[in-house]
């Protein structure tokens, strides 16, 4: 059943990675595809991927969300609809889930079922979830950045059947309540805990473990669970449904026995098992049957209906028939990381049992779920803390033992008698409070693992050992705990191998345009240096690219260190992640060409024309501004010129008509360049036709969001360059654009977008 079961996930997977739909037509290849798994149970495993494959092309067909006409995207719509999930909301924006089932604008009126993703911003109304509104709207298809290593924003949104976002524009209109509202309930709730006196600290994590609520829990607070290796402990999954379950199993069981003519018709450990579903179906539904939860929810009710109908069943069957109905119910928790956490660790606990139960099991179970996870970890870009195997044995059974119940207990004391609540809430909060102090002391003291430090030929020696002592293992029935930690070191080096991304030789570089949306951002790496140019936006909200983009960015390329990092002027689109980036990493200096107006922390120099240096036979000049200059905005920018081996490439900030004129008159003979970042996102104040035919570049690149407000890059633009012979590349279609440069030619980009192209992104 496992290798089965591993074979569907398999297809399932194979089938994720197209980046489109395949027609309908193949799904007649179904049905001969089952017939010959029953058929040929020696060709189980291929065919149970190819059934896989089939399956997840069905469940992509079937769920698909529906189109919206391209027409209703190009002014505002009203929708009509209902609030779904529990509000995102803060000072300057509420943002919602909103089930729109007709739509109206102009004479045109449309019926169906749609699900947007809305923002309402200003001083909006309080979102109640169950409500029901008639909203204006200005809806967008989803668009995500598109980098490596980044977050996939539009598959998230696929997996809860959104594909488009929108914004409040204008007033709103009640249009009633729902009777009944499960979403209503939980929102009630998470008020009611935020309300119980507890600290925000506490109450946001409260809020995630009662409800499954994690849009007030910080920034900093995610980080500290990462650090620690204890995200689990706030996410409802696994861990927390069987708790409950086992909890409500335990007291049913002993409850049962206590009538001996029930126990003499169904024993107590078969009759405990419906209440335990029913504890764990009820929590699942507290926490709205989130993506998380139903892969939790599905794997107890396997285990529990095995015990419901008196099946005796092994340790992999079991997590085979898991992994089946979870697949088989969701194609898309595939592409989750919760997905392989989940089945990593329970994995790694039914190996351990199995092969080595014992009194002091529960000492070297911590361990062993560290050793199967960290893996993992490295491949999905998340911290592996080594300090989480004793964190995790001390803070478990706080959390199981006391947190968890005794939230449990005082939400249902909070809606029966309010007073009790909110006193057992406050004791909760208060026992919580020293716990998250005490995993801040411990984040603190976490060392930085540097995997990508690591040389290939190490890599290559221990894969090669753990393999050969892998063998011996099975064969002399080593400890189970010495099995899983060879395996676990031959799936990191193979995982390392497969992330590795080498430096550039010396006398070469790498030059990467990240997907900002409207912004700007470059990264130039050389054999042993890194700079950065710009740091994209900040928003009103709080998100910025620095945090989203760049830092999962160098997470995925194994930087560490920026040596220099250049802030071309002092516009929120160019320097909004700088913050981020001086608090994560360490960076060597910083030059701007508005240093006044950055209002950073670290001293920042201004930069100047003709200075120059040399990283590893690379050479960069800054040309503008001049030395004596005082320049404010975008005329004040930075612009940098990186050569090598015959090739370079202008980084032009946001320029103007001023700026360009100056570097005509005294820098004509260094512009002339391969590549050029096109100055002011390919404004129409920017890119003049002298300073266009000055460089004459082979291409040119624009740094804009897509279907942007400003209408970048003007058409006027793009014609300009082009006229010179210069191909134009747009972040906002292509994702991150990557040049490796220094053998001369300019060679061929290497784009993002068609590289991670994906069928939910059509």
Same mark, same amino acid.
């Given at each position: 059943?496992?290798?089965?079961?591993?074979?569907?996930?398999?297809?399932?997977?194979?089938?994720?990675?197209?980046?489109? +739909?395949?027609?309908?037509?193949?799904?007649?290849?179904?049905?001969?595809?089952?017939?010959?798994?029953?058929?040929?149970?020696?060709?189980?495993?291929?065919?149970?991927?190819?059934?896989?494959?089939?399956?997840?092309? +069905?469940?992509?067909?079937?769920?698909?969300?529906?189109?919206?006409?391209?027409?209703?995207?190009?002014?505002? @719509?009203?929708?009509?609809?209902?609030?779904?999930?529990?509000?995102?909301?803060?000072?300057?924006?509420?943002?919602?889930?909103?089930?729109?089932?007709?739509?109206?604008?102009?004479?045109?009126?449309?019926?169906?079922?749609?699900?947007?993703?809305?923002?309402?911003?200003?001083?909006?109304?309080?979102?109640?979830?169950?409500?029901?509104?008639?909203?204006?709207?200005?809806?967008?298809?989803?668009?995500?950045?598109?980098?490596?290593?980044?977050?996939?924003?539009?598959?998230?949104? #696929?997996?809860?059947?959104?594909?488009?976002?929108?914004?409040?524009?204008?007033?709103?209109?009640?249009?009633?309540?729902?009777?009944?509202?499960?979403?209503?309930?939980?929102?009630?709730?998470?008020?009611?805990?935020?309300?119980?006196?507890?600290?925000?600290?506490?109450?946001?994590?409260?809020?995630?473990?009662?409800?499954?609520?994690?849009?007030?829990?910080?920034?900093?607070?995610?980080?500290?669970?990462?650090?620690?290796?204890?995200?689990?402990?706030?996410?409802?999954?696994?861990?927390?449904?069987?708790?409950?379950?086992?909890?409500?199993?335990?007291?049913?069981?002993?409850?049962?026995?206590?009538?001996?003519?029930?126990?003499?018709?169904?024993?107590?450990?078969?009759?405990?098992?419906?209440?335990?579903?029913?504890?764990?179906?009820? #929590?699942?539904?507290?926490?709205?049957?989130?993506?998380?939860?139903?892969?939790?929810?599905?794997?107890?009710?396997?285990?529990?209906?095995?015990?419901?109908?008196?099946?005796?069943?092994?340790?992999?069957?079991?997590?085979?028939?898991?992994?089946?109905?979870?697949? +088989?119910?969701?194609?898309?928790?595939?592409?989750?990381?919760?997905?392989?956490?989940?089945?990593?660790?329970?994995?790694?606990?039914?190996?351990?049992?199995?092969?080595?139960?014992?009194?002091?099991?529960?000492?070297?179970?911590?361990?062993?779920?560290?050793?199967?996870?960290?893996?993992?970890?490295?491949?999905?870009?998340?911290?592996?803390?080594?300090?989480?195997?004793? @964190?995790?044995?001390?803070?478990?059974?706080?959390?199981?033992?006391?947190?968890?119940? +005794?939230?449990?207990?005082? @939400?249902?004391?909070?809606?029966?008698?309010?007073?009790?609540?909110?006193?057992?809430?406050?004791?909760?909060?208060?026992?919580?409070?020293?716990?998250?102090?005490?995993?801040?002391?411990?984040?603190?003291?976490?060392?930085?693992?540097?995997?990508?430090?690591?040389?290939?030929?190490?890599? @290559?020696?221990?894969?090669?050992?753990?393999?050969?002592?892998?063998?011996?293992?099975?064969?002399?029935?080593?400890?189970?705990?010495?099995?899983?930690?060879?395996?676990?070191?031959?799936?990191?080096?193979?995982?390392?191998?497969?992330?590795?991304?080498?430096?550039?030789?010396?006398?070469?570089?790498?030059?990467?345009?990240?997907?900002?949306?409207?912004?700007?951002?470059?990264?130039?790496?050389?054999?042993?240096?890194?700079?950065?140019?710009?740091?994209?936006?900040?928003?009103?909200?709080?998100?910025?690219?620095?945090?989203?983009?760049?830092?999962?960015?160098f997470e995925s390329r194994g930087i560490r260190n920026i040596d220099r990092l250049i802030l071309s002027h002092s516009d929120i689109d160019h320097i909004g992640g700088a913050p981020d980036l001086l608090r994560k990493l360490s960076v060597g200096e910083v030059l701007s060409g508005e240093p006044s107006g950055l209002g950073l922390e670290s001293p920042v120099r201004r930069c100047a024309a003709g200075e120059i240096w040399w990283w590893d036979g690379v050479r960069f000049e800054i040309l503008h501004p001049a030395v004596d200059a005082s320049l404010e905005g975008n005329d004040a920018s930075c612009v940098l010129k990186v050569s090598a081996g015959g090739d370079s490439v202008l980084i032009t900030g946001d320029i103007e008509r001023k700026g360009e004129d100056w570097l005509l008159a005294f820098a004509p003979d260094k512009l002339r360049s391969q590549i050029v970042v096109a100055a002011h996102h390919g404004s129409a104040s920017s890119s003049g036709e002298g300073f266009v035919h000055a460089v004459r570049p082979r291409y040119v690149l624009f740094a804009t969001g897509r279907a942007n407000r400003w209408g970048f890059p003007r058409e006027e633009v793009v014609n300009r360059w082009q006229a010179v012979g210069a191909a134009a590349l747009n972040t906002a279609m292509e994702g991150a654009i990557e040049f490796r440069l220094g053998a001369g030619g300019a060679a061929d980009p290497?784009?993002?977008?068609?590289?991670?192209?994906? #069928?939910?992104?059509?």
């Amino acid at each position: 059943m496992l290798l089965a079961a591993a074979g569907f996930a398999l297809g399932v997977i194979i089938f994720q990675q197209l980046p489109a +739909l395949p027609h309908a037509g193949w799904l007649l290849f179904l049905p001969p595809v089952l017939w010959c798994w029953q058929r040929f149970p020696w060709a189980g495993w291929l065919c149970a991927a190819l059934a896989g494959f089939f399956w997840g092309q +069905l469940s992509a067909l079937t769920s698909k969300p529906p189109a919206l006409p391209e027409t209703v995207l190009e002014d505002v @719509v009203l929708a009509s609809g209902v609030i779904e999930g529990i509000p995102d909301a803060n000072a300057q924006r509420s943002r919602f889930f909103f089930r729109a089932n007709h739509l109206q604008q102009g004479a045109l009126r449309l019926s169906g079922n749609w699900r947007f993703r809305v923002s309402w911003y200003g001083r909006a109304p309080r979102p109640v979830a169950g409500d029901k509104w008639v909203l204006p709207l200005r809806l967008k298809r989803v668009h995500g950045y598109r980098n490596p290593g980044g977050f996939d924003y539009a598959g998230w949104l #696929y997996a809860r059947q959104v594909i488009y976002t929108g914004y409040v524009k204008g007033e709103g209109a009640p249009a009633g309540r729902q009777w009944w509202s499960l979403d209503r309930l939980r929102q009630n709730v998470a008020e009611g805990i935020s309300r119980s006196g507890v600290s925000h600290r506490s109450g946001a994590v409260l809020r995630a473990l009662v409800v499954g609520d994690r849009s007030i829990l910080s920034q900093e607070d995610k980080l500290v669970f990462a650090a620690t290796g204890t995200s689990h402990l706030i996410a409802i999954s696994g861990l927390h449904i069987g708790l409950v379950a086992a909890l409500v199993y335990f007291l049913a069981q002993q409850g049962w026995r206590r009538f001996p003519r029930l126990c003499s018709r169904w024993p107590a450990k078969v009759a405990a098992a419906p209440f335990a579903m029913s504890a764990a179906l009820a #929590y699942a539904a507290m926490a709205g049957f989130s993506i998380p939860t139903q892969r939790a929810l599905i794997m107890l009710l396997v285990v529990m209906s095995g015990m419901l109908f008196r099946r005796a069943t092994e340790p992999a069957r079991v997590l085979g028939l898991a992994l089946f109905a979870v697949v +088989l119910w969701d194609p898309l928790a595939l592409i989750s990381a919760g997905f392989w956490l989940s089945f990593g660790a329970v994995a790694a606990i039914l190996f351990l049992a199995h092969r080595g139960g014992g009194r002091f099991f529960w000492l070297w179970l911590q361990p062993g779920i560290f050793l199967a996870l960290a893996p993992l970890l490295v491949w999905l870009q998340l911290p592996v803390s080594l300090y989480s195997p004793l @964190v995790n044995l001390l803070a478990i059974p706080v959390f199981a033992m006391l947190i968890v119940p +005794l939230s449990m207990a005082a @939400v249902v004391f909070q809606l029966l008698y309010p007073d009790l609540g909110r006193l057992l809430m406050s004791a909760v909060g208060g026992l919580l409070d020293g716990v998250l102090l005490a995993l801040d002391t411990v984040a603190q003291w976490s060392p930085a693992l540097r995997w990508e430090a690591l040389p290939l030929g190490l890599l @290559v020696f221990v894969g090669v050992a753990a393999l050969s002592a892998l063998q011996r293992a099975r064969k002399h029935s080593w400890h189970p705990l010495w099995q899983l930690s060879l395996f676990s070191a031959l799936f990191l080096c193979l995982v390392l191998y497969a992330k590795r991304t080498p430096a550039p030789f010396p006398n070469q570089f790498r030059f990467t345009l990240l997907d900002v949306g409207q912004g700007l951002s470059v990264v130039v790496r050389t054999a042993r240096h890194v700079l950065v140019f710009d740091a994209g936006p900040r928003f009103p909200s709080g998100f910025n690219t620095g945090a989203a983009v760049l830092l999962p960015y160098f997470e995925s390329r194994g930087i560490r260190n920026i040596d220099r990092l250049i802030l071309s002027h002092s516009d929120i689109d160019h320097i909004g992640g700088a913050p981020d980036l001086l608090r994560k990493l360490s960076v060597g200096e910083v030059l701007s060409g508005e240093p006044s107006g950055l209002g950073l922390e670290s001293p920042v120099r201004r930069c100047a024309a003709g200075e120059i240096w040399w990283w590893d036979g690379v050479r960069f000049e800054i040309l503008h501004p001049a030395v004596d200059a005082s320049l404010e905005g975008n005329d004040a920018s930075c612009v940098l010129k990186v050569s090598a081996g015959g090739d370079s490439v202008l980084i032009t900030g946001d320029i103007e008509r001023k700026g360009e004129d100056w570097l005509l008159a005294f820098a004509p003979d260094k512009l002339r360049s391969q590549i050029v970042v096109a100055a002011h996102h390919g404004s129409a104040s920017s890119s003049g036709e002298g300073f266009v035919h000055a460089v004459r570049p082979r291409y040119v690149l624009f740094a804009t969001g897509r279907a942007n407000r400003w209408g970048f890059p003007r058409e006027e633009v793009v014609n300009r360059w082009q006229a010179v012979g210069a191909a134009a590349l747009n972040t906002a279609m292509e994702g991150a654009i990557e040049f490796r440069l220094g053998a001369g030619g300019a060679a061929d980009p290497v784009l993002w977008h068609p590289f991670s192209r994906r #069928y939910w992104h059509n």
